[in-house]
Nanobody, 124 residues
Framework: QVQLVEPGGGLVQAGGPLRLSCAVSGRTFSTYAMGWFRQAPGKEREFVATITWNGVRTRYADSVKGRFTISRDNAKPMVYLQMNSLKLEDTAVYYC?????????????????WGQGTQVTVSS
């Protein structure tokens, strides 16, 4: 069993940076692919970024490519989402997700474990 906790989130001005963290419990974290998703009010939960079990490969949604960076520290174990040049449309609840496989991709259904979510609000 894996538990995911996302502290952080918060309010940030447009154009600014924010880093999200996801603390992962469980001894086998290094065997899990990880992802970040987000859900804005009235919208479906959407893919943001994913990283393979060893951190070698990453993939991003087109809307965040070049602005967001996903990374992981298997020793801690933690997953991060560095968000730069934030836009108003990045406002959403952000979720950390995990699945025990090498790499997971963009589908919500691919992930077995989810955090409780953390609110990110970008203001003008």
């Amino acid at each position: 069993q894996v538990q995911l906790v996302e502290p952080g989130g918060g309010l940030v001005q447009a154009g600014g940076p924010l880093r999200l963290s996801c603390a992962v419990s469980g001894r086998t974290f290094s065997t899990y692919a990880m992802g970040w998703f987000r859900q804005a009010p009235g919208k479906e939960r959407e893919f943001v970024a994913t990283i393979t079990w060893n951190g070698v490969r990453t993939r991003y949604a087109d809307s965040v490519k070049g602005r967001f960076t996903i990374s992981r520290d298997n020793a801690k174990p933690m997953v991060y989402l560095q968000m730069n040049s934030l836009k108003l449309e990045d406002t959403a609840v952000y979720y950390c997700a995990a699945v025990r496989t090498i790499g997971a991709g963009e589908l919500r259904s691919s992930y077995d474990y989810w955090g409780q979510g953390t609110q990110v609000t970008v203001s003008s």
